[in-house]
């Protein structure tokens, strides 16, 4: 009994210490948008001017913010599996965590050089910085999970439904396929068009759900039931 509410302690030490990451990281991504300054000749219209400024910035903290809300989700969904833990579901998660709390920075320096008046530059390093993050949580989320569905690995209590893994692999390794795609765009095609690749990502899913979907349970009326157990 003693092990067993010490295990269960050091593994709700792994979920909290997760959960404050996400929190700080969402928390950073805010930071990097900084209140405009003006000293001279305040007005609404100066203000406005500043504002669009910083659009960029407030698309990268929407997209981020969403993002890091779906990984914090997904990570919630399937620690809720997990029963017990070893040394490599510890070190998995670290390096989940290493990319989620790396986000903010690179959320920060790809919205830096991402306004409408530096795309004439065709900055392709701030979006490379940016997408690597992104496939690199995706990649070790997918990891993760893979990891944690396996029943040989003893980490959950019972085999969990083979569809509900299917479809999570597919999520995880979908994400960073398209931000993926995204790099491939800016470096053949431009940085203008890359930008754009992502928004494919919920449609591809939205495809593939459709796709994979389990059949739905034939409806059999009562009276033809009764006549067949007759």
């Not at 990984?71 to 017990?84: A, D, K, M, P, Q």
């Not at 940016?130 to 990649?139: D, I, K, P, R, T």
């Amino acid at each position: 009994m003693h092990n067993e509410l010490r295990k269960e302690f050091q593994l709700e030490r792994l979920i909290l210490f997760s959960d404050a990451i996400f929190a700080i990281a969402i928390t950073l991504l805010v930071l990097e948008i900084k209140i405009p300054e003006i000293h001279d000749h305040v007005s609404d219209k100066a203000l406005l001017k500043e504002l669009r400024h910083l659009v960029p910035k407030f698309v990268g903290y929407i997209i981020s913010f969403t993002l890091i809300g779906i990984y914090w989700t997904i990570h919630h969904r399937i620690f809720g599996y997990v029963i017990n833990f070893d040394s490599k579901l510890l070190r998995l998660n670290l390096f989940f965590l290493f990319f989620i709390a790396l986000m903010p920075f690179s959320t920060g320096f790809y919205s830096e050089y991402a306004g409408p008046e530096l795309m004439l530059y065709q900055l392709k390093v701030p979006m490379t910085f940016y997408v690597l993050n992104y496939c690199g949580a995706g990649l070790i989320n997918y990891l993760l999970w893979s990891y944690i569905s396996n029943p040989a690995n003893k980490i959950i209590e019972r085999p969990i439904e083979p569809y509900i893994v299917f479809m999570t692999k597919l999520r995880s390794a979908v994400v960073p396929l398209g931000f993926f795609l995204m790099l491939v765009a800016a470096y053949v095609v431009n940085v203008g068009v890359a930008v754009y690749v992502p928004l494919l990502i919920p449609i591809t899913m939205k495809i593939l759900r459709k796709k994979f979907a389990p059949p739905k349970p034939s409806l059999v009326p009562l009276h033809t039931k009764s006549k067949q157990a007759e």
